[in-house]
């Protein structure tokens, strides 16, 4: 799906410039499920905004699907985002002034088709992520968790084939971390491909591959030898409702 050749992403010029991406090559097969994981300034989400074709490298070449995305068109670039990539956030990014399924459905704005269709796939999506019994509460009136799982139902009503997410379980409490995260478990065993960025490696524990971040470059690429099931420590936290994220497991 993507290959990354001598990535570099600079700011500023000369030798007071900041290499947030500093030289970086990586391949992502479909179907997979990565983190990059690193502490802030590493680099992570810069790498995430190039795979999403929302910023452009300095240098070295991201290939997705065989195809520059820094000679790709705007034009093509737009249509990708739109129907290829969804994208999670960790600020959520909902419409307060929306209910739950219009949130959803703003996503399907620049697409053709009915009204009637376009609510009747965001309901679905949203009994997809358990929150069909709150498509008229707006923003305020959700949780944290319940929030980010409309951000994630928005981002999976195009149909995309890759979801992208940067630090999406930053904001959530330990339980609602694992529940987002067997919600991704389930998407990926879907045959969707995730990426994911974020600074916890307790979260990172539950791709398939983790890909360590520092200072912009990539330490390690490596297998997750002992990847955690987020559905049994769901089940273990339902049994000791006072055990965390750390020892659920």
Do not use: C, W
Not at 16 to 39: M, Q, T, W, Y
Not at 99 to 108: D, S
Request: aromatic share 4%; charged share 20%; no cysteine.
């Amino acid at each position: 799906m993507y290959e990354l050749h001598d990535v570099v992403k600079s700011y500023g010029q000369g030798a007071a410039a900041l290499h947030a991406v500093d030289g970086n090559s990586l391949s992502i097969n479909a179907g997979e499920f990565v983190v990059v994981e690193g502490p802030s300034g590493s680099g992570k989400s810069t790498l995430l905004q190039m795979l999403g074709a929302l910023d452009r490298p300095t240098a070295g070449s991201v290939l997705f699907e065989g195809n520059d995305l820094a000679l790709m068109p705007d034009r093509q670039l737009a249509a990708l985002r739109l129907r290829t990539f969804g994208f999670v956030f960790q600020q959520f990014n909902l419409v307060p002034t929306l209910t739950a399924v219009e949130n959803i459905e703003a996503a399907l704005a620049p697409l053709s088709g009915s009204r009637r269709k376009k609510h009747e796939r965001a309901m679905r999506l949203l009994n997809g992520v358990g929150l069909a019994d709150r498509a008229t509460h707006l923003p305020s009136q959700l949780s944290g968790g319940e929030q980010q799982r409309v951000a994630i139902a928005r981002a999976l009503v195009t149909e995309p084939t890759l979801l992208l997410a940067d630090e999406p379980t930053g904001n959530l409490d330990s339980r609602t971390t694992i529940e987002v995260m067997a919600l991704f478990q389930a998407l990926n065993e879907q045959g969707i491909t995730i990426v994911i960025v974020t600074h916890e490696p307790d979260v990172a524990q539950y791709a398939k591959r983790i890909i360590e971040m520092r200072d912009g470059r990539i330490l390690r690429d490596h297998p997750v030898m002992d990847r955690r099931d987020a559905a049994a420590d769901l089940a273990t936290l339902d049994t000791d409702p006072n055990d965390s994220l750390e020892n659920a497991a």
